[in-house]
């Protein structure tokens, strides 16, 4: 039982480039969330997914996009990455039963932009 | 957007010593959380708080709701090395169920 898992850890991309942040856990959970933590602030959500099919912008979604493949997987896309973006991105997961019930954090991924 | 503050920022204390720390809002919450994160990792959850009033207690760790529904406290007793890192408040709103986190507080603790 891995929990929640994101790939990759580290990456480093030049102003412009797209990439893929991959998410995935094996906890059956409906709800899935990608956050950015940018120092000396706390997370900020970008997007979630109440539930399998569908998807929400949260409090800083612009230059992303974001797919639940299943319910298992939900992936984040920069599409033209800018230096802006230049952060430590989250995922998490819960049972999505519309409260604050506990989210499941993923290790994060470490982005940096040139 | 919506913000909590979350004070202080960063704190140095001895092993062995109390910790408080807290967070406010001007807005009211349905629901607060404590979470710590450690160096690497994501954060974890360490205590929930569902009522105006309540008080909960996980080992050392006690937090509070406050009664005006406005803000939330966290205490650790007795410090320890494995206590070190960020904790981290959070609350829900009832107009949707998306968290709002608090800026940190950074536990050091000195040798």
């Known amino acids: 039982n891995a929990g929640v898992t994101q790939t990759p850890k580290f990456q480093v991309l030049k102003t412009g480039q797209s990439m893929t942040l991959q998410c995935a856990q094996d906890?059956?959970?409906?709800?899935m969330y990608w956050y950015r933590q940018d120092p000396g602030m706390g997370l900020r959500l970008i997007y979630y997914?109440?539930?399998?099919?569908?998807?929400d912008k949260g409090e800083v979604p612009n230059g992303y996009n974001v797919s639940r493949l299943n319910k298992r997987e939900f992936s984040l896309r920069l599409e033209s990455a800018a230096p802006s973006q230049t952060s430590v991105y989250f995922c998490?997961?819960?049972?999505?039963?519309?409260?604050?019930?506990?989210?499941?954090f993923g290790p994060g991924t470490r982005l940096l932009v040139l | 957007g919506q913000q909590l503050n979350q004070s202080p920022q960063s704190m140095f204390i001895q092993e062995g010593e109390d910790v408080s720390m807290n967070c406010t809002s001007s807005?009211?919450?349905?629901?607060w959380l404590w979470y710590k994160q450690d160096p690497g990792e994501g954060p974890v959850l360490l205590i929930a708080?569902?009522?105006a009033g309540e008080l909960t207690s996980n080992g050392r760790l006690t937090a509070q709701f406050g009664i005006t529904r406005k803000d939330s406290f966290l205490n650790i007793s007795a410090s320890i090395p494995s206590d070190v890192g960020i904790y981290f408040c959070?609350?829900?709103?009832?107009?949707?169920?998306?968290?709002?986190w608090g800026a940190g507080t950074k536990l050091i603790i000195k040798p």
């Open positions: 998490a997961s819960s049972t999505g039963q519309f409260r604050a019930e506990t989210q499941y």
């Open positions: 906890m059956n959970h409906n709800s």
């Open positions: 997914s109440a539930s399998e099919g569908t998807t």
């Open positions: 807005s009211i919450f349905n629901t």
């Open positions: 708080l569902y009522k």
């Open positions: 959070a609350g829900q709103m009832d107009s949707n169920y998306q968290l709002i």
